[in-house]
Protein backbone atom coordinates (compact mmCIF):
# COMPACT_ATOMS: atom_id res chain seq x y z
CA UNK A 1 0.00 0.00 0.00
CA UNK A 2 1.51 3.37 -0.85
CA UNK A 3 2.06 5.69 1.87
CA UNK A 4 0.17 9.17 1.18
CA UNK A 5 2.70 12.06 0.94
CA UNK A 6 -0.02 14.83 1.53
CA UNK A 7 -1.04 14.52 4.96
CA UNK A 8 -4.31 16.39 5.91
CA UNK A 9 -4.04 17.98 9.05
CA UNK A 10 -7.33 20.16 9.88
CA UNK A 11 -7.92 17.65 12.77
CA UNK A 12 -4.99 19.23 14.69
CA UNK A 13 -5.25 22.10 13.81
CA UNK A 14 -8.70 22.52 14.98
CA UNK A 15 -7.86 21.07 18.82
CA UNK A 16 -4.84 23.13 18.76
CA UNK A 17 -6.82 26.37 18.41
CA UNK A 18 -9.91 24.38 20.40
CA UNK A 19 -12.36 24.73 17.37
CA UNK A 20 -15.36 22.65 17.61
CA UNK A 21 -16.61 21.19 14.73
CA UNK A 22 -20.40 22.86 15.21
CA UNK A 23 -18.60 26.40 15.24
CA UNK A 24 -16.80 25.43 12.37
CA UNK A 25 -20.00 24.36 10.32
CA UNK A 26 -21.83 27.33 11.28
CA UNK A 27 -18.87 29.80 10.32
CA UNK A 28 -18.60 27.98 7.17
CA UNK A 29 -22.41 27.41 6.20
CA UNK A 30 -21.93 24.30 5.54
CA UNK A 31 -23.27 20.89 7.52
CA UNK A 32 -21.60 19.57 10.99
CA UNK A 33 -21.40 15.95 8.66
CA UNK A 34 -19.31 18.26 5.89
CA UNK A 35 -17.05 19.33 8.51
CA UNK A 36 -16.72 16.08 10.42
CA UNK A 37 -15.72 14.42 7.10
CA UNK A 38 -13.16 17.35 6.52
CA UNK A 39 -11.20 16.72 9.80
CA UNK A 40 -11.48 13.19 9.72
CA UNK A 41 -9.78 12.83 6.38
CA UNK A 42 -6.54 11.31 6.50
CA UNK A 43 -5.22 12.70 2.93
CA UNK A 44 -5.79 16.02 1.64
CA UNK A 45 -9.17 15.79 0.37
CA UNK A 46 -9.66 17.84 -3.30
CA UNK A 47 -10.93 21.63 -2.66
CA UNK A 48 -11.35 24.24 -4.95
CA UNK A 49 -9.38 27.69 -3.77
CA UNK A 50 -12.73 28.93 -2.89
CA UNK A 51 -13.52 26.43 -0.51
CA UNK A 52 -10.16 26.37 1.16
CA UNK A 53 -9.88 30.08 1.20
CA UNK A 54 -13.66 29.96 3.23
CA UNK A 55 -12.21 27.36 5.72
CA UNK A 56 -9.22 29.77 6.40
CA UNK A 57 -11.24 32.30 6.79
CA UNK A 58 -13.72 30.79 9.24
CA UNK A 59 -10.46 29.47 11.38
CA UNK A 60 -8.58 32.14 11.69
CA UNK A 61 -12.31 33.61 13.36
CA UNK A 62 -12.71 31.15 15.57
CA UNK A 63 -9.53 30.26 16.57
CA UNK A 64 -8.56 31.17 20.73
CA UNK A 65 -5.02 32.01 21.16
CA UNK A 66 -4.00 32.69 17.66
CA UNK A 67 -0.16 33.94 17.15
CA UNK A 68 -0.43 33.98 13.07
CA UNK A 69 -2.76 33.95 10.65
CA UNK A 70 -4.00 30.07 9.75
CA UNK A 71 -2.62 29.24 6.22
CA UNK A 72 -3.68 25.80 3.59
CA UNK A 73 0.31 25.56 4.87
CA UNK A 74 -0.73 25.06 7.80
CA UNK A 75 -3.35 22.27 6.77
CA UNK A 76 -1.27 19.88 4.99
CA UNK A 77 2.35 18.65 5.44
CA UNK A 78 4.26 16.92 2.97
CA UNK A 79 5.82 13.74 3.84
CA UNK A 80 8.24 11.69 1.56
CA UNK A 81 7.56 8.00 0.49
CA UNK A 82 9.81 5.89 1.82
CA UNK A 83 10.42 4.06 -1.93
CA UNK A 84 8.97 6.40 -4.97
CA UNK A 85 8.75 3.78 -7.96
CA UNK A 86 11.56 4.40 -10.36
CA UNK A 87 11.40 3.22 -13.92
CA UNK A 88 14.64 2.37 -16.06
CA UNK A 89 14.60 5.34 -17.16
CA UNK A 90 15.12 7.06 -13.23
CA UNK A 91 11.71 8.71 -13.58
CA UNK A 92 9.17 8.49 -10.61
CA UNK A 93 6.40 6.73 -12.59
CA UNK A 94 3.31 8.41 -12.90
CA UNK A 95 5.25 11.93 -12.85
CA UNK A 96 5.03 13.98 -16.06
CA UNK A 97 7.88 14.27 -18.18
CA UNK A 98 8.97 17.51 -19.05
CA UNK A 99 9.24 18.42 -22.46
CA UNK A 100 12.46 18.96 -22.42
CA UNK A 101 12.69 15.13 -21.10
CA UNK A 102 10.20 13.92 -24.09
CA UNK A 103 12.38 15.26 -27.19
CA UNK A 104 15.17 14.02 -25.65
CA UNK A 105 13.98 10.48 -25.57
CA UNK A 106 12.40 11.49 -28.81
CA UNK A 107 15.77 11.98 -30.49
CA UNK A 108 17.59 9.17 -28.14
CA UNK A 109 14.66 6.99 -30.40
CA UNK A 110 15.60 8.00 -33.59
CA UNK A 111 18.99 7.89 -32.95
CA UNK A 112 18.46 4.00 -31.93
CA UNK A 113 16.70 3.42 -35.06
CA UNK A 114 19.25 4.95 -37.38
CA UNK A 115 21.90 3.12 -35.83
CA UNK A 116 20.40 -0.09 -36.37
CA UNK A 117 19.06 0.35 -39.93
CA UNK A 118 22.79 1.70 -40.87
CA UNK A 119 24.04 -1.47 -39.18
CA UNK A 120 21.54 -3.70 -41.58
CA UNK A 121 22.64 -2.46 -44.31
CA UNK A 122 26.34 -3.08 -44.02
Not at 30 to 43: P, Y
Request: proline content about 3%; hydrophobic content about 35%.
Amino acid sequence: MNQALIKWRLKEVMARHNIKARDLADQMGVSANSVSNLRNARTMPRLDGEILNNLCEALNRLAQDLEGEITPTDLITYVRGPNPVVDETHEIKGARASTQQRKSRQTNSQAQVEDSLTSSAA
